[in-house]
């Protein structure tokens, strides 16, 4: 029996290869804008922030939502509405950093650190750097949205679906809120954290991207609700596993500090999970740890036991688990084309055995 193989449009490398040279191209292309040599602080900044790693599962599954649909090679300008969703996770990142005072991002000093010390002749130039990176970020988030604007006239015969480009950009500030709500000292909810899950990554990373590729290449309805059917219990995976590398995963490997997350302190899943099944006592040193900002490398292993002894690590990975089982079910009975389906299906595997 002949083994059915991913369409290679679908190739993750090339996908990478593709929009990366469209994302040069266009920071080459703001260098020489009529705004001075000072914008090229922040077009170098960006590209060394790209440049340092990244998924790039944004745009891939922009793609694969394409491929998806149709079986044909998809326009320049369907890569490049890819490409704009990477300039929009930049600027989330960005702006992420900033609310969560990370220092490193990818290995690398995060942006407000890195303008920091690009202006560290001045005496304010910690205050300087993070409004800098505000700025930077905003770049990134208009810029996103100047990438998506065809080029040539013949690309104009493309609906780009810029309703589900503006809920994604809606739900992402509101997942961002509700992020930020989650370290505040108060009980932990459930409902709330896996809310925070919904719109912070399930959708802006999952649903919206494949979708718009869908929708580009003229999804029906069906098809379009079958894509985000796969692509939301994976969304829910994906964070899942990245909370779990946040405190057990090795920083070498994450390109993460071991203690940012549990400094943070966020109401996350794994934590609500750990207050739910902990002794008053091991609740009290949840309490006095998570979020506090002094947290030694001894408070976090005593934080990272409770986790493990009250079995809310286990939890996390049976859930994992059975999202994955969903959305490859779900993936599996979607109206689509087959070869798009193998891609997806290895994207799935992946993600569930990440640890990065």
């Known amino acids: 029996m002949k083994t059915l193989q991913a369409d290679p449009i679908m190739d993750v490398g090339h996908v990478q290869q593709h929009v990366d040279s469209i994302l040069r191209t266009f920071l080459d292309r703001q260098d020489e804008s009529a705004c001075g040599p000072e914008i090229s602080v922040f077009t170098d900044l960006l590209r060394k922030m790209l440049a340092a790693g990244g998924k790039r599962i944004r745009p891939f599954l922009c793609i694969a939502g394409w491929s998806s649909i149709s079986d044909q090679v998809p326009p320049q300008l369907v890569y490049r509405i890819a490409a704009s969703l990477e300039l929009f996770h930049a600027f989330a990142l960005i702006h992420d950093d900033i609310m969560d005072k990370s220092a490193t991002r990818r290995g690398l000093p995060t942006a407000q650190h890195a303008l920091a010390s690009h202006l560290q002749y001045l005496p304010n130039a910690d205050i300087l750097g993070t409004n800098a990176a505000i700025l930077l970020g905003d770049l990134a988030l208009g810029w996103s949205y100047d990438l998506i604007q065809p080029e040539l006239p013949q690309e104009d015969h ?199």
Not at 334 to 352: F, G, K
Request: charged letters at 25%; aromatic letters at 6%; proline letters at 5%.
């Open 158 to 356: 493309l609906a780009v679906p810029y309703t589900v480009l503006s809920l994604m950009r809606t739900e992402t500030a509101v997942g961002q809120y509700m992020d930020l709500l989650a370290s505040a000292p108060t009980t932990p909810s459930l409902a709330s954290a896996w809310k925070v899950i919904l719109y912070k990554t399930a959708k802006y990373t999952f649903e919206r991207p494949i979708q718009i590729g869908a929708l580009l290449a003229g999804a029906s309805e069906k098809q379009t609700r079958s894509l985000s059917e796969f692509a939301l219990p994976l969304g829910e995976a994906f964070q899942l596993r990245d909370d779990l590398l946040g405190i057990f995963g090795d920083p070498k490997t994450t390109g993460k500090p071991a203690l940012d997350d549990l400094r943070e302190g966020k109401h996350t899943v794994l934590v609500c999970s750990a207050y739910e099944r902990a002794t008053k006592s091991q609740a009290r040193i949840l309490r006095k740890n998570l979020g506090n900002a002094q947290l030694t490398d001894d408070d976090a292993q005593e934080t990272r036991e409770i986790l493990l002894t009250t079995g809310a690590k286990e939890v996390v990975e049976e859930l994992i688990t059975r999202r994955y089982r969903t959305a490859v079910e779900n993936l599996d009975a979607a109206p689509i084309r087959p070869e798009a389906t193998t891609a997806l299906r290895h994207l799935a595997s992946n993600t569930i055995a990440r640890t990065v």
